[in-house]
């Protein structure tokens, strides 16, 4: 079936700029992730949405930065007002979640660069 | 198309064993490999490696990097139920539109006591 599928694959905006990246999850997965990676460096856990319950936002770096998702479908992150620091490739990953199981499927990413 | 492939799929073994997981890519423009600890709700990074044949150590646990075949090992030795989880391999890749990571599918691995 159909793996977590993201876009744009590649977005560049100038400093200052909003941008709106998409995460569509697995079907039925219930829980979804959003991550950083910047260049050489370990991944950055940012939110994390299970079911209706409410989001761990516990990793986002500023309030620049935020993230919404409709029931147990697409998620959208959002960064307003970019900065040059916020060039990194974001990847979603979404997960069963079944009792015992948690593993997380992760999609191809959107490289931001931030001119 | 960049490939990682991880095997096994699975493992259970008991405390004290020793395990070693594998990752072996395809990619163009290699750049790294690292390794990560999935529990419940982010991966933890392990190691990031960029030559061959240089081992890694921290602990435990300890990898080491085979560029010309393509692959990499993760060995944890004295294995402890704390040590149960998934284990991620990808690797980064450089293409036209910039650096990329590639996952593999990862490893679960099961400690008993």
């Known amino acids: 079936g159909a793996g977590v599928s993201q876009s744009p694959s590649n977005k560049v905006t100038e400093k200052g700029k909003d941008v709106e990246l998409r995460c569509d999850p697995i079907s039925g997965h219930t829980a979804l992730y959003w991550y950083r990676q910047r260049l050489g460096q370990g991944l950055e856990f940012l939110i994390y949405f299970q079911g209706n319950s409410a989001p761990d936002k516990s990793g986002l770096p500023s309030d620049r930065f935020s993230a919404e998702r409709t029931g147990e479908s697409v998620s959208t992150l959002t960064i307003q007002r970019t900065q040059q620091e916020d060039s990194a490739v974001y990847l979603c990953?979404?997960?069963?979640?079944?009792?015992?199981?948690?593993?997380?499927?992760f999609g191809p990413g959107t490289r931001l660069t931030v001119t | 198309e960049d490939k990682v492939v991880q095997s096994p799929l699975s493992l259970v073994v008991h405390e004290g064993d020793t395990v070693t997981l594998n990752c072996s890519y395809e990619?163009?423009?290699?750049?790294?490999l690292l390794w990560y600890k999935q529990e419940k709700k982010a991966p933890t990074f392990l190691f990031m490696l960029?030559?061959?044949?240089i081992e890694k150590k921290s602990g435990r646990l300890s990898s080491i990097l085979d560029k010309k075949e393509l692959f990499s090992i993760l060995n944890i030795t004295a294995t402890q139920t704390g040590d149960s989880a998934i284990y991620l391999c990808?690797?980064?890749?450089?293409?036209?539109?910039?650096?990329?990571?590639?996952f593999g599918g990862g490893t679960r691995l099961m400690v008993k006591p």
């Open positions: 990953a979404s997960s069963p979640w079944l009792a015992g199981a948690y593993e997380q499927y």
């Open positions: 990808a690797v980064e890749a450089r293409n036209n539109a910039g650096n990329m990571l590639t």
């Open positions: 960029t030559s061959s044949g």
């Open positions: 990619v163009t423009n290699f750049r790294s």
